[in-house]
């Protein structure tokens, strides 16, 4: 059960998946009422018990969610669903934060800019690519006192040396809040994509994929909605399977599935 699109109830389908056995699961569940998934509901708890079990020990969940704000107060669903993950057995390793640019929203709070992106782990992650960005301190003076204070003297300088930022790398692991564009040739450019209400640009699933797994593993998304998880593995080498209770949304997975990958997306 490999590089393919399942149409069916994600618990009942994962019941057929073989105990660890998945490296990596990247998805987003429903938020709330937000929107509208053809009528379709999805069971938490029974969800988090079948990840636990066929997710590899070392294995990661990277949990995509956010909240909606119903009376004046933001329902604190992601909150509870990583709380209950951590009691079916699962480290939340980090809590990463997925900055949307490009948002022209009007409310009478701060626009809400961001999602979370949970990371649970079952044990220590296996493994751990990281992404890495250049450092702004590459090649600077390391001594932010000495420098505030306006000290330059030889003397000071000597006594800086044995501390001096020579010795820092030009690159560094990134931050975990990840910034993309969104909408329309953002996220993606397969027109088809924006059939499905929410997607999550290409750019996110990619990086995850790279960041906690290796070419050959397995990655599946069990609410693979228009397929953006399963496109992304299929293009860095790695296999996948889709799961999803809509058979418009499969239809969709499939035919961007078809199409070729010729760029990634930043």
Not at 93 to 110: A, F, Q, V
Not at 164 to 188: A, F, L, P, V
């Amino acid at each position: 059960m490999k590089n393919i699109i399942i149409h069916g109830n994600c618990f009942e389908v994962m019941q057929e998946i073989e105990a660890n056995s998945i490296d990596l699961v990247v998805t987003s569940p429903p938020y709330d009422g937000l929107r509208q998934y053809n009528g379709y509901v999805f069971n938490i708890d029974l969800l988090a018990k079948e990840l636990y079990r066929i997710i590899k020990i070392g294995g990661v969940v990277v949990w995509v969610v956010s909240d909606q704000t119903v009376a004046g107060s933001e329902s604190g669903t992601s909150f509870k669903q990583a709380l209950l993950f951590k009691e079916m057995g699962f480290n939340i390793h980090d809590t990463m934060i997925y900055y949307k640019e490009g948002l022209t929203l009007n409310h009478n709070r701060y626009e809400q800019e961001f999602e979370y992106m949970f990371v649970f782990s079952k044990g220590k992650p296996k493994t751990f690519n990281p992404i890495m960005v250049r450092c702004n301190w590459f090649g600077k003076d390391s001594d932010r006192s000495g420098q505030k204070l306006g000290i330059h003297n030889e003397k000071n300088k000597r006594a800086r040396s044995g501390n001096d930022r020579t010795n820092i790398k030009e690159m560094k692991i990134k931050g975990n809040i990840w910034k993309y564009q969104t909408g329309y040739g953002h996220s993606t450019k397969d027109e088809i994509a924006f059939k499905h209400p929410a997607i999550f640009p290409e750019a996110l699933a990619r990086d995850h994929i790279l960041s906690w797994s290796n070419a050959g593993d397995l990655v599946l998304d069990p609410m693979c909605g228009s397929g953006t998880t399963c496109k992304m593995a299929k293009y860095l080498n790695r296999d996948y399977i889709g799961i999803d209770i809509s058979k418009e949304y499969c239809d969709i997975a499939e035919s961007r599935l078809q199409q070729e990958v010729l760029e990634l997306y930043a």
